[in-house]
Nanobody, 118 residues
């Protein structure tokens, strides 16, 4: 699976961005998908996750109620809608894929920069 993330940019606090991750390969629907972020000098965090069939999601506490992860298996795509953005959301965002039973994410996109100005 090859992943291509897009949609990052510069936005003012309180604004919105929608990140998209396009996947290649016919097996996309078999993978759980996650969005991670990493700010300079900080560890990489799992921001949101969605299971292969979309029936379960997970969100980092700090983004609950503001971010929404979704997927379209017919289009091989997973999105992250980010609303009410805060300066602390500034980071490079990555999409990643893993099989449900796996502990680690195996496939990673190249990252897209999100910058939220105060």
């Amino acid at each position: 699976v090859q992943l291509q993330a897009s949609g990052g940019g510069l936005v003012q606090a309180g604004g919105s961005l929608r990140l998209s991750c396009a996947a290649s390969g016919r097996t996309f629907r078999a993978y759980d998908m996650g969005w991670f972020r990493q700010a300079p000098g900080k560890e990489r965090d799992l921001v949101a996750r969605i299971t292969w069939n979309g029936d379960s999601t997970y969100y980092l506490d700090s983004v609950k109620g503001r971010f929404t992860i979704s997927r379209d298996n017919a289009k091989n795509a997973v999105d992250l809608q980010m609303n009410s953005l805060r300066p602390e959301d500034t980071a490079v965002y990555y999409c990643a894929a893993k099989l449900g039973y796996a502990r680690e994410y195996k496939y990673w996109g190249q990252g897209t920069q999100v910058t939220v100005s105060s």
